[in-house]
């Protein structure tokens, strides 16, 4: 299998600890999807990452699609229910995260894409889309509560994607002092850390 993604993308991580959980190899492609001369669209024609390629057969996207995909190659480390509430559970916390990162990049594209001229920028997008990033991370705090994980007493996709989309707040916001106002979010992530999984792609 070829990963095409970057170091810097939380979807990208997402899929990336799922493979090392899972004890998944593959191979890892860099790619630029910003760069004028990135061939991403060759495969997914959304021209986003991460994006899997299986050998002999389609792309694959988006990061959603590729774990719930890789969870059915291997029984090693198993991250989602298979069927019911608690799959559906653990498919809320991975979208509520994955809605905190879409929050973030809209708001990120708005204030740096250089294809806006500053005069095209909007605060009132700006602010609401922040509004989403900071509602989503307390909804996180207040989910996991005292739990040891977001899901039970075990390790998830839905603590994978928590701690992807934290560990890439704290990377693009340095500002937003999550771990400050969330003890339970900051020793959550302390945790995921001692993995190599998240240790080996931290942003
Ligand atoms: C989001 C992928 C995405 O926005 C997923 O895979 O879960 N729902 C999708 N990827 C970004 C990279 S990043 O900011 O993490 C991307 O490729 N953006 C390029 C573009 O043109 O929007």
């Not at 939380?10 to 004890?23: F, G, L, Q, S």
């Not at 799959?87 to 708005?110: F, Q």
Request: hydrophobic residues 45%; aromatic residues 8%; contains cysteine.
């Amino acid at each position: 299998m070829k990963l095409i993604g970057s170091a810097a993308s939380p979807y990208v991580r997402k899929v990336r600890v799922v493979m090392a959980e899972k004890r998944l190899d593959y191979q890892f492609i860099v790619e630029d999807v910003w760069s004028a001369d990135t061939t991403i669209a060759s495969s997914n024609p959304l021209g986003k990452v991460p994006c899997l390629i299986m050998d002999g057969s389609e792309a694959m996207f988006d990061s959603r699609v590729i774990v719930e995909y890789l969870e059915t190659l291997s029984p090693v480390g198993k991250l989602i229910p298979q069927q019911g509430r608690e799959r559906a559970e653990v498919k809320t916390w991975e979208a509520l995260a994955d809605g905190v990162m879409d929050a973030g990049i809209l708001l990120r594209l708005e204030a740096n894409w250089a294809g806006r001229a500053d005069g095209e920028r909007s605060q009132a997008w700006m602010d609401r889309q922040r509004a989403k990033v900071d509602a989503g991370i307390r909804a996180m705090a207040k989910g996991l509560g005292d739990k040891p994980f977001c899901s039970g007493i075990h390790l998830s996709l839905s603590d994978v994607a928590v701690g992807c989309a934290l560990g890439w707040i704290g990377f693009r916001f340095p500002d937003i002092d999550w771990r400050g106002d969330h003890p339970n979010l900051n020793k959550l992530y302390d945790k995921l850390m001692l993995r190599p999984s998240f240790a080996d792609t931290a942003p």
